[in-house]
Every structure is written in structure tokens, then in C-alpha cells.
């Protein structure tokens, strides 16, 4: 199993200037740090072609988690500037 950030340590990770950015590279960077690989997304399916690592290769299922996550914690930020209490 691929390791896991905490919330708060992902928004640390990967927020900038711009606030909160997340995508496929920051999923990567997220499951395995500085990892070498090639990826590519069939059919929702995602296929790792090359993996150079210390951490074990994610499987799809674990890459669609963590984008579903960081999706999420995306929307939460965003909801919270908007409305905030």
C-alpha cells in the first residue's frame, strides 16, 4: 500500500501562491515522493509503463483514491472561502 499524506499535510504540500493545487503530479508525489515513472490513463484505468522508486508502485485503484481525495479537499477549501463562518 502507497503511503498517505495527512490533510494537512498535503494542503501544506501542495498549496502555493495560488492556494491549493492538485492534479495527477501531485497524486504521484503524494503516494511516492520523487519517483520516477511513466503513466498513463486508459479507459479510467491508470497503467504505470516505468517505476523507479523506493516506495512500492501504486496500484489504479490507489491513484484514483488519492485524486478523488485531493478533488475534495480542493472543493472544501474553495467552499470555505466562499462561505465562511
Do not use: H
Not at 495527512?6 to 502555493?16: A, G, L, P, R, V
Not at 479507459?43 to 491513484?63: L, M, V
Amino acid at each position: 500500500m502507497a503511503r498517505r499524506l495527512s490533510i494537512k499535510e498535503t494542503i501544506d504540500m501542495f498549496s502555493n501562491e495560488n492556494g491549493f493545487a492538485w492534479g495527477t503530479n501531485t497524486v504521484m508525489e503524494a503516494l511516492a515522493p520523487k519517483a520516477n515513472y511513466d503513466l498513463r490513463c486508459v479507459n479510467e484505468t491508470f497503467i504505470i509503463d516505468r517505476w523507479d522508486s523506493i516506495y512500492p508502485q501504486p496500484t489504479s485503484k490507489e491513484i484514483k483514491d488519492e485524486y478523488i481525495r485531493q478533488q475534495t479537499i480542493a472543493e472544501c477549501i474553495e467552499y470555505f472561502k466562499v462561505n465562511p463562518k
